[in-house]
């Protein structure tokens, strides 16, 4: 009932294999680096 339709998928996929950010994530990250790097070179400066 609840086995897996599709055994040949079954051996190629990682049930463990780490998530892949899309790409509004990743600019998202990215703003918030940016943002951070900015606000430590002015208090050091």
Known sequence: M???CVQQA???RDP???A???EAAM???LGFLK???Q???V???
């Open 2 to 4: 609840f086995a897996d």
């Open 35 to 37: 943002e951070e790097l």
């Open 16 to 18: 463990v294999a780490p």
């Open 10 to 12: 079954k051996l190629t």
């Open 27 to 29: 600019k998202k990250v």
């Open 43 to 45: 208090f050091q400066g």
């Open 39 to 41: 606000i430590r070179l």
């Open 20 to 22: 892949k950010r899309c």
